[in-house]
């Protein structure tokens, strides 16, 4: 059992639209690197968003029967000490852990212990700024072409970014809202929006009022 908490935007158990499989996905509230022209704009105050318990996280994850996790953000690596103890939790319960970080692996190496505690208890790495004059148009899952896949350990090793299509998952929500995980610009996801009529679209906990069909 761990007491840590971690600050988040959103979690989302059994998405198929955050990597490889069935899996929950934590948005990171909070990111100290703010690339121009990032997606989610809305996570990098670090005082938004709403804290929750690792073994809450885990619980649930576990219940909802998924492969592994997600850490992406915001930046997972600015809670790099909630970080590692979920990544680690997650690993004692035969999930696997992906992490997004917009640092450089040789960077976390050599940083503090608890960035290197948390890339000990990482399977795959994706690390790297977002970078828009360098947009990606070949792998899923990374906007911009330095952005690279790191296999820390061997359990994601046969996952092939550029044979595998980006893939969204689209929620429609009692009120008529449309909720969306995975990746999508900002200009596709108020196209997906007005063509759903939907009354308001989100991403990542982050609301945004885009098209309305009753008024
Ligand atoms: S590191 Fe990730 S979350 Fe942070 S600004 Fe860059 S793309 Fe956005």
């Known amino acids: 059992m761990t007491i840590a908490t971690l600050r988040i935007g959103r979690v989302l158990h059994g998405t198929t ?3 490889p499989g069935f899996r929950s996905a934590i948005w990171f509230q909070g990111c100290r690197i703010q690339c121009r022209g990032c997606i989610n704009p809305h996570l ?3 005082r938004g968003g709403t804290t929750v318990a690792v073994d809450t996280v885990i619980s649930e994850a576990v219940d909802a029967g998924v492969e592994g996790f997600t850490l992406i953000g915001g930046e997972p690596f600015d809670q790099a000490l909630a970080g590692g103890a979920l990544a680690r939790a997650a690993q004692a319960r035969g999930l696997g852990v992906i992490v997004f970080t917009g ?3 040789e960077s976390l190496k050599n940083r503090d212990a608890d960035a290197r505690a948390l890339l000990a208890a990482t399977d795959l790495l994706v690390d790297g700024p977002y970078l828009a004059e360098s947009p990606e148009t070949v792998r899923s899952l990374v906007g911009s072409s330095n952005q690279r896949f790191i296999h820390l350990t061997e359990r994601y090793a046969t996952y092939r970014p550029e044979l595998v299509a980006n893939r969204i998952d689209v929620r429609i929500l009692a009120d008529g809202s449309i909720d969306v995980a995975g990746f999508l610009g900002n200009q596709q996801l108020q196209a997906l929006a ?6 308001r679209s989100s991403r990542a906990g982050h609301a945004a009022a885009i098209a ?4």
């Open 212 to 215: 309305d069909a009753t008024s």
């Open 194 to 199: 007005t063509a759903t009529n939907a009354r």
């Open 17 to 19: 639209a955050e990597g």
């Open 44 to 46: 990098f105050s670090e």
């Open 103 to 105: 640092y450089e692996y």
